[in-house]
T-cell receptor, first 113, second 117 residues
Framework: AQSVTQLDSHVSVSEGTPVLLRCNYS??????LFWYVQHPNKGLQLLLK??????LVKGINGFEAEFKKSETSFHLTKPSAHMSDAAEYFC???????????FGTGTRLTIIP | GAVVSQHPSWVICKSGTSVKIECRSL??????MFWYRQFPKQSLMLMAT?????????EQGVEKDKFLINHASLTLSTLTVTSAHPEDSSFYIC?????????????FGPGTRLTVL
């Protein structure tokens, strides 16, 4: 079985400060891990994905995530938050060749002007 | 590339009626499409997986007779909510994959908000 746990349901940061959204995963096999962002009334957009290549993954809009097997973590970071980053973020896992995605419960990111 | 559309974007219907939601892959052929349901401020829950030309595979607890899925072509899947009731009100999201190009990445539609009165 596979699962992801997003440790914070809501994160607030000031504009221009770093962003850290935490995600831990559980899987019996080598996982593929994704971060998706959902803006209000919009579809989910892929920020980045890890598929067993480089452990530090760079995504769109300045986001990056590091796969740490020893900690079973895949935290999402950004050096400097922008107002447009305010959205819901989902950490997602799939295992092996299985196309099924398992979503975390989401983290709502609020940016304080 | 890899754009997925859904129609309608929102729909309001009376209790007992049926509603059809379309999911289209606009610029690629999708061998597999997925249907998710998202309750307010909650995560996405996979309802079913559909492969073109075959019956959909439903997740445990999802009534296949209530949520009819048809994947008649490589670019179109439909979800029909039959005899809708207020508890079926939700945000329904589809996605599509193209494994030969993007592995297990899924491309999501913008969602359809269903309100049953």
């Amino acid at each position: 079985a596979q699962s992801v746990t997003q440790l914070d349901s809501h994160v607030s940061v000031s504009e221009g400060t770093p962003v850290l959204l935490r995600c831990n995963y559980s899987s019996s096999y080598s996982p593929s891990l994704f971060w998706y962002v959902q803006h209000p009334n919009k579809g989910l957009q892929l920020l980045l994905k890890y598929t067993s290549a480089a452990t530090l993954v760079k995504g769109i809009n300045g986001f990056e995530a590091e796969f740490k097997k020893s900690e079973t973590s895949f935290h999402l970071t950004k050096p400097s938050a922008h107002m447009s980053d305010a959205a819901e973020y989902f950490c997602v896992v799939s295992v092996g060749g299985n196309e099924k995605l398992t979503f975390g419960t989401g983290t709502r990111l609020t940016i304080i002007p | 590339g890899a754009v997925v559309s859904q129609h309608p974007s929102w729909v309001i219907c009376k209790s007992g009626t049926s509603v059809k939601i379309e999911c289209r892959s606009l610029d690629f052929q999708a061998t597999t499409m997925f249907w998710y349901r998202q309750f307010p401020k909650q995560s996405l829950m996979l309802m079913a997986t559909s492969n073109e030309g075959s019956k959909a595979t439903y997740e445990q607890g999802v009534e296949k007779d209530k949520f009819l899925i048809n994947h008649a072509s490589l670019t179109l899947s439909t979800l029909t909510v039959t005899s809708a009731h207020p508890e079926d009100s939700s945000f329904y999201i589809c996605s599509a994959s193209r494994p030969a190009i993007s592995g297990n990445e899924q491309f999501f539609g913008p969602g359809t908000r269903l309100t049953v009165l």
